[in-house]
């Protein structure tokens, strides 16, 4: 059965201070790896899509990359607007499976 | 252009009743699928459809049911509602396949 684990639970960061959010997953046949911004009470937002092994993607402060069992979300000089919690799926038969999410704060 | 649309946005039942959210994807898109987040957890897979056709079905009971329209809207409808059904309730839509699926805004159900 495919599973995403997501690590940390949360994390709190103070505005500048670099990190990376951690997404394990299991899954028979990678069809895509997805990464999504969610703020509290709205649907999530789509930031990244990774195919392969070795693949990264950057938009403003982010980055992705993807290995063959793990993917990182890499966040550089955050400020509080990055703040929301940051939920990674993987496509599995006809679904995408979910991770519990990071709750990350920034601190200004 | 716009992108996924649900309504109600917010939504207050009895228990034992029953509930109808709809679902609008963005233009072009032919696959719609319904997901349950409960809070501090993920989205939990509910039901996937493709050119009116259910694709995939979540490990959720049959008091569970959707459909899709001709032009490629969608509803979830949940009979004989218990307290454990509140919840935000998201749609996704998109091209279909490993295509990136976007989200629309959810709707709040509070089961009373």
């Known amino acids: 059965e495919d599973q995403v684990t997501q690590s940390p639970e949360a994390l709190r960061l103070q505005e500048g201070e670099s990190s990376s959010l951690n997404c394990s997953y299991t899954?028979?046949?990678?069809?895509?790896l997805f990464w999504y911004r969610q703020d509290p009470g709205k649907g999530p937002e789509f930031l990244f899509t990774l195919y392969s092994a070795g693949e990264e993607k950057e938009k403003e402060r982010l980055k992705a990359t993807l290995t063959k069992k793990e993917s990182f979300l890499h966040i550089t000089a955050p400020k509080p607007e990055d703040s929301a919690t940051y939920l990674c799926a993987v496509q599995g038969d006809q679904k995408l499976v979910f991770g519990q999410g990071t709750r990350l704060t920034i601190n200004p | 252009d716009a992108g996924v649309t649900q309504s109600p946005t917010h939504l207050i039942k009895t228990r034992g009743q029953q509930v109808t959210l709809r679902c609008s994807p963005i233009?072009?898109?032919?696959?719609v699928s319904w997901y349950q987040q409960v809070l501090g957890q993920g989205p939990q897979f509910i039901f996937q459809?493709?050119?009116?056709?259910?694709?995939g079905r979540g490990n959720f009971p049959d008091r569970f049911s959707a459909r899709q329209f001709p032009n490629y809207s969608s509803e979830l409808n949940v009979n004989a509602l218990l307290l454990g059904d509140s919840a935000l309730y998201l749609c996704?839509?998109?091209?279909?396949?490993?295509?990136?699926?976007?989200f629309g805004q959810g709707t709040r159900l509070t089961v009373v």
């Open positions: 899954v028979s046949g990678l069809r895509g």
């Open positions: 996704a839509s998109s091209f279909g396949g490993r295509f990136e699926a976007f």
């Open positions: 233009s072009g898109h032919k696959s």
């Open positions: 459809y493709y050119e009116k056709e259910e694709r």
